[in-house]
């Protein structure tokens, strides 16, 4: 069973700092590549970053280029969201994704509040 667990969440004031993590089992995480969404209060569910199996290729939305940094760390099952200058705007649960199978697959999420 795919299992999708997320933490790091919280609230932060402007300019603020926090690290998500996502700890993955149920199916082979060194070869699955990794996700992060986010939805926000009467917004959709959007794409924030994405992560190849071997963490050498990334993608941002344009929204956080430059102030978040998805890793992994393969050997843990783990994938992490570095959210760097957050932003009232950045207040969202975030999501840790993963497609198997054309099937996606979704944490319970975590709490990101932004505000001062």
């Known amino acids: 069973e795919v299992q999708l667990v997320e933490s790091g969440g919280g609230l932060v004031q402007p300019g603020g700092s926090l690290r998500l993590s996502c700890a993955a089992s149920g199916f082979t995480f060194r070869y699955s590549a990794m996700s992060w969404y986010r939805q926000g209060p009467g917004k959709e569910r959007e794409l924030v970053a994405q992560?190849?199996?071997?963490?050498?290729?990334?993608y941002y939305a344009d929204s956080v280029k430059g102030r978040f940094t998805i890793s992994r760390y393969n050997a843990k099952n783990t994938v992490y969201l570095q959210m760097n200058c957050l932003k009232p705007e950045d207040t969202a649960v975030y999501y840790c994704?993963?497609?198997?199978?054309?099937?996606?697959?979704w944490g319970q999420g975590t709490q990101v509040t932004v505000s001062s």
């Open positions: 992560i190849n199996s071997n963490g050498g290729n990334t």
């Open positions: 994704n993963t497609y198997q199978y054309s099937r996606a697959y």
